[in-house]
């Protein structure tokens, strides 16, 4: 079958190759397409740092990758996942669900002194940056190759463009509350003062509405849609002097730093939608223009 046929590779591993020299290499192979992944070393065994690197790279961040064979000097991946089992669309929307419920959880981790909740949802992003290589890999095979193209459920090569762009906005979206877990993890005051939380809610809302709007808009491939997300982005955008104002006055001066970029990190979730929606702008624009 010509949609999945096996493509071959191998990687040799030098005596100082640094585990994270080799999961480069690693990343750049999965990402072209290639099926069949060897890793092998120039000397009699791999480095145990370098095999325990990329068995946990593999296992965390490669949708539908196996083990095949664990030798001594060699590792063999297989990837098992075929274009059709699992389309860009499908991808792409789990990536999106993920991503939301990172930044709400996030935000829920300033109501509530919980560590270990913060913890959770920075280690959530394993699981968007897995989708996050997947697509991309699908996308770069399917701009090329026709039948790829069409088993991954896209028209034209055209259209990868535009999904490409959306990988990396919601990619850098879940990166977001990643930092907003993290800032709070370093935030001296437990719980935060109820009229702070009140003002992140607010804006945090309001900026994932932008969010969910915009890849709601690329689903349906809806121009009117995605124009109408670029109006709750600016609306967003709006908040942002009056929610900083209050955070200075409320909070402790030792806290303000983390404060302020959780603000900021809000504030990209509503920029990064606001990105998609115009690339669903591009994407879509034809069927509203007429042609002469």
């Given at each position: 079958?010509?949609?999945?046929?096996?493509?071959?590779?191998?990687?040799?591993?030098?005596?100082?190759?640094?585990?994270?020299?080799?999961?480069?290499?690693?990343?750049?192979?999965?990402?072209?397409?290639?099926?069949?992944?060897?890793?092998?070393?120039?000397?009699?065994?791999?480095?145990?740092?370098?095999?325990?690197?990329?068995?946990?790279?593999?296992?965390?961040?490669?949708?539908?990758?196996?083990?095949?064979?664990d030798l001594p000097n060699e590792l063999t991946l297989q990837i098992l996942?075929?274009?059709?089992?699992?389309?860009?669309?499908?991808?792409?929307?789990?990536?999106?669900?993920?991503?939301?419920?990172?930044?709400?959880?996030?935000?829920?981790?300033?109501?509530?002194?919980?560590?270990?909740?913060?913890?959770?949802?920075?280690?959530?992003?394993?699981?968007?940056?897995?989708?996050?290589?997947?697509?991309?890999?699908?996308?770069?095979?399917?701009?090329?190759?026709?039948?790829?193209?069409?088993?991954?459920?896209?028209?034209?090569?055209?259209?990868?463009?535009?999904?490409?762009?959306?990988?990396?906005?919601?990619?850098?979206?879940?990166?977001?509350?990643?930092?907003?877990?993290?800032?709070?993890?370093?935030?001296?005051?437990?719980?935060?003062?109820?009229?702070?939380?009140?003002?992140?809610?607010k804006i945090s809302a309001s900026a994932l509405k932008v969010f969910e709007?915009?890849?709601?808009?690329?689903?349906?491939?809806?121009?009117?849609?995605?124009?109408?997300?670029?109006?709750?982005?600016?609306?967003?955008?709006?908040?942002?002097?009056?929610?900083?104002?209050?955070?200075?006055?409320?909070?402790?001066?030792?806290?303000?730093?983390?404060?302020?970029?959780?603000?900021?990190?809000?504030?990209?979730?509503?920029?990064y939608g606001a990105d998609i929606a115009e690339t669903v702008l591009n994407?879509?624009?034809?069927?509203?223009?007429?042609?002469?």
């Amino acid at each position: 079958d010509l949609i999945d046929r096996i493509k071959k590779v191998n990687i040799t591993i030098n005596e100082n190759d640094t585990p994270e020299k080799v999961i480069r290499r690693l990343v750049s192979t999965y990402l072209i397409g290639y099926n069949i992944i060897q890793l092998r070393s120039t000397q009699k065994r791999i480095d145990s740092n370098v095999r325990l690197a990329v068995k946990d790279f593999v296992r965390k961040k490669l949708v539908g990758t196996e083990i095949l064979s664990d030798l001594p000097n060699e590792l063999t991946l297989q990837i098992l996942l075929s274009y059709a089992e699992l389309s860009v669309k499908d991808a792409l929307r789990r990536m999106a669900i993920i991503a939301a419920s990172m930044h709400r959880g996030a935000i829920l981790t300033l109501n509530v002194d919980n560590p270990r909740l913060a913890k959770e949802i920075i280690s959530m992003d394993d699981e968007v940056d897995r989708f996050s290589f997947y697509i991309i890999r699908l996308l770069k095979v399917a701009v090329s190759d026709t039948h790829v193209l069409r088993a991954s459920g896209l028209d034209s090569p055209r259209q990868c463009l535009g999904y490409r762009l959306i990988v990396k906005s919601v990619e850098r979206m879940a990166d977001h509350a990643v930092n907003i877990a993290e800032n709070r993890l370093s935030l001296t005051l437990a719980p935060i003062k109820e009229e702070i939380v009140k003002e992140f809610d607010k804006i945090s809302a309001s900026a994932l509405k932008v969010f969910e709007s915009a890849m709601e808009a690329l689903f349906d491939e809806n121009y009117s849609e995605a124009d109408s997300v670029m109006d709750v982005a600016q609306e967003t955008r709006g908040m942002e002097a009056e929610v900083i104002h209050k955070i200075v006055k409320l909070a402790p001066v030792d806290d303000l730093p983390p404060l302020r970029l959780i603000i900021e990190s809000i504030m990209r979730t509503a920029e990064y939608g606001a990105d998609i929606a115009e690339t669903v702008l591009n994407m879509t624009v034809k069927e509203t223009v007429t042609e002469i």
